[in-house]
């Protein structure tokens, strides 16, 4: 209990680093149903003292939702429809740079056959620091993380070599981790030492 309250604390008093930015955009990318709503839902309540529920909002639009929705965040999670295998199926890797680089306004929504481009209706052409991702994390399901196709590991590979080549600071999430080790399973802290998980 000590422990989680001290890193509630620490979440709820993260300012950034940059004087020039108010609030630290981070951005979640996975596959349809990782778990990134459910993720993003956990944390909001968490911070709220009350339950909320993400999963069921729209998520071929870019939202973005302050982890305390009681007080004005400095961390604000983004959460977009998920990425699929194929350039025609459901976030493409163009429009995702776009979402990193400060293009794409709020409230979009997203057409593989219609790529975000100059003429979209509310595109940021000239995007600050503000506007900008600061952070993106890969939301993958545990327990399926070993039966992806080669052609959605490709996916996952061209994003990370382009948002690394744009600086942007890169994190891995999994989910579902108690259903891939008994130990786990038993005693959540044993995520740590899990030897499964180490391997994935």
């Known amino acids: 209990m000590r422990h989680r309250d001290a890193l ?20 979640l990318l996975g596959p349809a149903g990782a778990g990134k709503s459910s993720f993003i839902s956990s944390v909001q309540s968490i911070f709220s003292g ?21 007080r004005p965040s400095a961390l604000v999670l983004c959460d977009v429809m998920g990425i699929e295998e194929g350039a025609m199926t459901g976030l493409t890797l163009h429009d995702t740079l776009a979402i ?4 794409v306004p709020e409230g979009h929504k997203f057409d593989p056959t219609q790529p975000v481009r100059m003429e979209t209706v509310g595109y940021v052409k000239k995007p600050s620091e503000r506007d900008r991702v600061h952070c993106v ?10 039966f992806y196709s080669e052609g959605m590991k490709t996916t996952f590979s061209q994003l990370r070599e ?5 600086g942007v600071h890169q994190v891995g999430l999994l989910t579902h981790v108690d259903q891939v080790c008994p130990d786990i399973t ?9 030897k499964s998980l180490q391997q994935m």
């Open 8 to 27: 509630m604390k620490s979440v709820s008093m993260y300012k950034p680093s940059n004087n020039s930015v108010f609030e630290a955009r981070v951005l």
């Open 50 to 70: 009350r339950v909320t529920n993400r999963a069921m909002l729209q998520s071929f639009n870019i939202r973005w939702y302050e982890e305390n929705e009681c």
């Open 100 to 103: 990193i680089k400060g293009h």
């Open 137 to 146: 994390v890969y939301v993958v399901d545990a327990t399926k993380i070993n």
């Open 162 to 166: 382009h948002v690394s080549d744009l």
């Open 186 to 194: 038993h005693d959540i802290t044993n995520v740590y030492k899990s």
